[in-house]
């Protein structure tokens, strides 16, 4: 798999990751890293699963 294919998953797990670990910074949570990482990685699967559904053409729309 060619590293440009991997950029939007990648991408969504980086935000999701660091939005999240800010959230948790604000709000004071006793674990902000665990948690971030937790969800970027959450976020990081579900993107892959749908650029590759997308690919193979399991997901149509019409």
């Known amino acids: 798999m060619k590293r440009k294919q991997l950029l939007y998953p990648i991408m969504a797990g980086l935000a999701g990751s660091g939005l999240t670990f800010i959230v948790t910074l604000l709000i004071e949570s006793p674990h902000p890293f665990l948690a971030s990482l937790v969800l970027g990685f ?21």
């Open 42 to 62: 959450i976020m990081f699967e579900i993107s892959f699963y749908f650029f590759i559904a997308k690919k193979s053409g399991l997901m149509n729309y019409s």
